[in-house]
């Protein structure tokens, strides 16, 4: 049985209601009165990214939904009736929608696609090889992150519809929608990956039909840099940065995993076509029993790996902006842009005065003015927000619902070289946040001087914050995974780090090897292997430690490579027929009595292995004279 809830990992709204995503199950409260509308599970695991669409002409409302499940869903808003349901190429890490209802897809492998709003009909009987597959319309060679589209505006320079993306290798490219393979521009000036990308507008043209040079359009960038990177449009040229590492840094709650322990003699399912066509592997097709009680056994194992100290070991902590706001009108003297980075308990308001230069002729500083920007922090790390249709406070300039991640609580306070009003603030926020039972979803105001403060919790929000969240069955009341709830955080570190290696076997306490003797005892007392820890990509690239000598280190050579397994295996089998040849060499030794079972399995599996060569090297040499 359930003993814990799922956070809620998405939230979006409308003018008329709040859409909620907790692991698998899609949620619709009314946006006024936040009563329950409406559930559904329409995917088979987490959803990752929702977006609701309303069409201007026909007035119909849908909700388009993604996940870990590759399934794109198109569902009826309030309804949350089943429209649609496709396969995507590869798992989406970007979504949005056009005015015109076509849905823009990014992957993780740097493609992006178009999907019209209803699905194509597929006759009755076509096999899957036979239905077109859809093509991209632009690609990147690295991971994609995030996406923008930006709309034609030809009184700002703008003659075309463009989308702007974002991806791992620190690019932000602009090209045409919807031919993407036509690059525009690139915003050159991050210095790490790209999560998070806004376009603003400019704002509305005077009398004059001529562009503005002072008040252009922009294109704002933020990721893993210590800055938000500003950009105006259509030069795409650098005009201001605004920095955030000193603001936020300090409210991180949540840093990046290490990848769980592999078992030994996992295998994946490697059936190519042919095998498919035979018949192989049948017995474990999607849905049957058989599949179904594989699913079960390696989600135990997982379960039950996730409790040694090298799966889950968090690592070094960093920035990773994942979500760019705009609040306000478009005008640039009261508006402004929330900031949420992954894992952070606070949320961010930086004012267009701040942010946005005076003039787009060359990068600025921060501009010298009065205007400050305004943090609100929490007792758990934030996951996702979005505008709240109805304000439910009178004084609110705006309103924002943010879901909070109540299953894994933050140890952090405020630093103490934050300013006084940044810890007034955060102590405000903290007092209103905290409760006896924590609120999966909170509301957050801004006021008039440009100044974030939670909200109490209201009367009417009782239903929604009880209806919002999943049943959550992970044994032991563990939280979801860090990969699964803040999946920009896992590309803060990259396989042949020394820290996502993990320490050397055999390494000494002050590297690290406490931890892994510890996960090596955690292994061998569940009967994994023989206890040494087996992590993931980019574990067998770190090095022992230089005191370790070469009999303790194991699997490690001396270049700071990991041997593989079937090189272990041969050397083991060589040792062995050596050690064999030996013994029959001494007095009373020729008959093999005195050899051990592995060591007579090692002079056979040699002794097989002449007999094969010379069997082959005889057929070369018949075959010679033949020719």
Not at 219 to 226: I, R
Request: with cysteine; hydrophobic share 40%.
């Amino acid at each position: 049985m359930a003993d814990s809830v799922h956070p809620v990992q998405a939230i979006a709204t409308t003018q008329d209601h709040v859409v909620t995503a907790s692991n698998a199950q899609l949620a619709v409260f009314d946006a006024a009165t936040t009563a329950f509308v409406a559930r559904a599970s329409h995917h088979k695991a987490l959803v990752r990214l929702i977006a609701p669409y309303v069409d201007s002409k026909s007035g119909k409302r849908y909700l388009i939904s993604t996940g870990e499940d590759k399934l794109l869903v198109v569902s009826a808003l309030p309804s949350l009736d089943l429209l649609s349901s496709r396969e995507l190429p590869k798992r989406a890490n970007a979504l949005d929608v056009t005015s015109q209802g076509d849905i823009v897809v990014g992957d993780k492998f740097g493609d992006v696609y178009i999907f019209p709003l209803d699905a194509p009909v597929v006759p009755e009987g076509t096999k899957p090889e036979d239905v077109p597959k859809p093509q991209p319309i632009l690609g990147h060679v690295s991971m994609l992150n995030t996406l923008a589209l930006i709309p034609a505006d030809p009184q700002n320079g703008l003659t075309r519809d463009w989308i702007a993306t974002g991806d791992r290798d620190e690019h932000v490219r602009i090209s045409r929608y919807p031919q993407g393979h036509v690059i525009e521009k690139f915003g050159w000036g991050s210095k790490a990956f790209v999560s998070a990308l806004l376009y603003i507008p400019a704002p509305p043209a005077s009398s004059s039909s001529a562009p503005s040079s002072s008040d252009p359009p922009y294109l704002l960038s933020a990721g893993a840099d210590s800055t938000i990177q500003v950009f105006a449009l259509p030069s795409a040229e650098l005009v201001a940065r605004f920095p955030v590492q000193d603001l936020l840094f300090p409210y991180l709650a949540v840093g990046p995993e290490a990848p769980a322990p592999i078992l030994p003699g996992r295998k994946k399912n490697k059936l190519t076509p042919r095998d498919k066509e035979k018949g192989k592997g049948a017995e474990t097709e999607e849905g049957t029993p058989a599949a179904e009680e594989e699913q079960a056994d390696e989600q135990a194992q997982d379960d039950e790996l996730r409790d040694v100290p090298t799966g889950g070991r968090e690592l070094t902590k960093g920035l990773a902006v994942v979500k760019l706001v705009a609040v306000g009108p478009s005008s640039r003297t009261d508006g402004g842009v929330v900031v949420l980075a992954a894992g952070s308990t606070a949320l961010l308001f930086i004012p267009y005065s701040l942010l946005l230069p005076t003039s787009a002729t060359a990068p600025t500083d921060t501009p010298a003015t009065a205007a400050t920007p305004s943090l609100v922090s929490f007792a758990h790390p934030i996951l996702d927000l979005a505008p709240a249709p109805v304000p439910s406070h009178a004084g609110s300039r705006a309103e924002f619902l943010l879901s909070l991640d109540t299953s894994r609580p933050s140890p952090l306070a405020p630093s103490s070289s934050s300013s006084s009003a940044d810890a007034a603030a955060a102590g405000e926020a903290d007092a209103a946040a905290a409760s006896p039972a924590p609120t999966p979803v909170v509301r957050v105001a801004l006021s008039a001087e440009g100044q974030l403060a939670a909200l109490p919790t209201l009367t009417t929000d009782a239903v929604f914050l009880s209806s919002a969240c999943a049943p959550h069955t992970a044994k032991g009341g563990r939280p979801p995974s860090v990969a699964s709830l803040y999946p920009a955080l896992q590309l803060l570190h990259h396989p042949g780090d020394e820290e996502f290696a993990g320490p050397a076997p055999g390494a000494g306490a002050g590297e690290g090897g406490a931890e892994g003797e510890g996960a090596a005892e955690a292994l061998a007392a569940r009967g994994v292997g023989d206890g040494k820890p087996k992590g993931g990509r980019g574990i067998k690239r770190g090095a022992p430690a230089p005191s370790v000598a070469p009999s303790e280190a194991g699997e490690w050579d001396g270049h700071g490579r990991r041997v593989g397994k079937r090189a272990i295996g041969r050397a083991e089998t060589l040792r062995r027929y050596e050690e064999a040849k030996r013994k029959m060499l001494q007095p009373g030794g020729a008959d093999g009595t005195t050899l051990t079972e592995g060591e007579r399995a090692a002079v056979r599996e040699m002794e097989d292995e002449a007999d094969e060569a010379s069997k082959k090297q005889g057929a070369e040499m018949e075959g010679a004279k033949v020719a």
